[in-house]
């Protein structure tokens, strides 16, 4: 079985590498981040690797971390969580982004992946609540602000710049988790519209 592969960039598509090993040349479906994270064409990348063997198929799965990969397996656990979907999730989702939105159950977070559902991305918080990977950290930034605005107890312009980046279409746990990281380091005080621009920053980083 394959579990790494250190090679140079072959070629990058929409949703595979090609990645030469050696003079050997192997393809892995990757997910959109993965494929974000990796070195230009011509450059040394290593590649975490899912083996798939099937009786008419051999399909490789290729991720940037171990934590990613991790919960490419455990998301495949859930029934009618295929590798497609899987890697949808994972490439709208940081591994710690799905382990806060699983522990939040916020399956609005979860359901705006390619493919995913109401009723799935139900499925999959529900299923999977209490089985973060080993090695892949919740933010607990996220947890807190979260457990404050659940309890009322959120300062009102943290809550607003929540509220808004929401309605932008971010997930309540990936909105909590963004501002969690600006709120560290600016402080509570900050204005409301600094904070949904800087949280923006953080979203889109």
């Keep these: 079985m394959i579990g790494k592969l250190k090679g140079i960039v072959e ?3 929409d ?6 090993v050696n003079g050997v040349c192997y393809e892995a479906h990757c997910s959109g981040r993965t494929l974000q994270a990796l070195p230009r064409v011509g450059e040394a990348a290593v590649l975490f690797i899912e083996m798939i ?12 971390t171990e934590g990613e990969k991790s919960w490419f397996r455990l998301l495949m656990t859930v029934q009618g969580v295929g590798s497609r979907v899987a890697l949808g999730i994972l490439s709208i989702l940081s591994p710690s982004d799905l382990s806060s939105a699983i522990a939040l159950q916020d ?15 139900q499925r999959i918080v529900s299923e999977l609540k ?3 990977p080993a090695g892949v950290s919740i933010d607990a930034g996220a947890m807190g602000l979260q457990t404050a605005l659940v309890e009322g107890n959120a300062s009102g312009n943290v809550s607003d710049a929540v509220s ?6 971010y997930g309540q746990a990936q909105a909590s988790s963004a501002l969690a990281r600006v709120v560290a380091k600016e402080g509570e005080d900050t204005p409301t519209e600094k904070l949904i621009r800087l949280g923006l ?3 889109s980083s």
């Design 130 to 132: 209490g089985k973060v």
């Design 164 to 169: 808004a980046l929401v309605n932008l279409g």
């Design 11 to 13: 070629t990058l598509g």
């Design 15 to 20: 949703d595979t590498a090609l990645i030469d």
């Design 201 to 203: 920053r953080e979203l």
């Design 53 to 64: 063997v099937r009786e008419d198929m051999i399909r490789l799965y290729g991720f940037a």
């Design 107 to 121: 399956k609005a977070m979860v359901g705006r992946a390619s493919g995913v559902g109401p009723k799935l991305a």
